[in-house]
């Protein structure tokens, strides 16, 4: 009986091993049919895997170990596999700094994941695509901290993230007010991209409002919301009517379009800085 219940990364690539093979054919067979009258046989580098020991291939990533994230990318492997199955904790994959028994043991998981060959216009290819949903993922995340910057930038009260507990369960607010001590006013700032995740969402935000209220009677709580169909903004201010939500706000992307709404928040708050 194995001692360890948990899956490793090697036992999930395995479960769906048939899987991903039978969609690679199918793949492969629908590209050549689509594609038929554009293909044609070129002469590129390959990187030839198959002749490569764990050793050599240790070395390879010790000695320029910015090729990690394309390999992890190529065995289907996170940096939170690298974690969980070797114990190696807080690697960088995109600018790794690995010692020489890190190297060894990276290498010794990834080489049993590798294909025999592999194109190297391909491996650069797919570590761009990863790259690209990298800083589009970080620009995403970034826009949450915008909002709390406007609304300590214009605001005469200052705001940062906290957490509060109602019977029990632990709650994080966005931004809330006062720094420390009971909250008088907590904003709740949802990223909402798809339509799809508009009612789970909404849910969200009136139970946290509902918690926060409990937690801190007379308090002050606001919805900040990105969602990029206008039309509908109407209709989730409508799902969002509830006597603990005092107020809701949609902002984009852009600065101005934070710093806006945000100054009319303030306003109606009363807690806007007077210029």
């Known amino acids: 009986m194995d001692s360890n219940p948990y ?8 479960i769906v091993s048939d899987a991903s093979s039978a969609r690679r054919t199918e793949i492969e067979q ?3 049919l689509a594609f038929d009258g554009y293909l044609e046989t070129r002469s590129v580098e390959v990187i030839l895997f198959s002749s ?3 050793l050599a291939l240790a070395a390879a990533v010790e000695k320029h170990p910015l090729v990690l994230k394309p390999l992890l990318i190529l065995c289907n492997v996170a940096g939170r596999a690298i974690e969980r199955d070797l114990g190696i904790r807080n690697i960088d994959t995109y600018k790794p700094s690995l010692g020489h028994d890190e190297a060894l043991a990276i290498a010794g998981y990834l080489k049993p994941f590798l294909p025999t060959f592999v194109e190297l216009p391909t491996l650069v290819n797919v570590d761009r695509i990863e790259f690209i949903d990298k800083e589009i993922r970080s620009l995403k995340g970034r826009w949450e901290k915008q909002v709390l910057q406007s609304l300590n930038r214009f605001g005469q009260v200052k705001f940062r993230k906290r957490k509060f507990v109602w019977e029990n369960e632990k709650y994080e607010i966005d931004a809330a007010s006062p720094t420390k001590g009971p909250i008088s006013i907590g904003v709740d700032v949802k990223r909402i991209e798809a339509r799809r995740d508009i009612h789970k969402r909404c849910d969200e935000i009136v139970n946290k409002a509902n918690n926060l209220k409990q937690a801190y009677p007379g308090s002050v709580f606001v919805a900040v919301i990105y969602y990029p169909f206008i039309d509908e903004h109407l209709n989730v201010r409508d799902r969002l009517k509830s006597s603990n939500i005092d107020h809701v706000i949609f902002c984009g992307s852009e600065q101005h379009s934070i710093d806006n709404p945000v100054r009319l928040l303030l306003s109606s ?3 806007k800085h007077v210029d």
């Not at 899956?7 to 395995?14: A, E, L, N, V």
């Open 269 to 271: 708050l009363e807690v």
């Open 7 to 14: 899956s490793s990364q090697k036992d999930y690539i395995d």
């Open 30 to 32: 629908a590209l050549v």
């Open 52 to 54: 490569m020991d764990v």
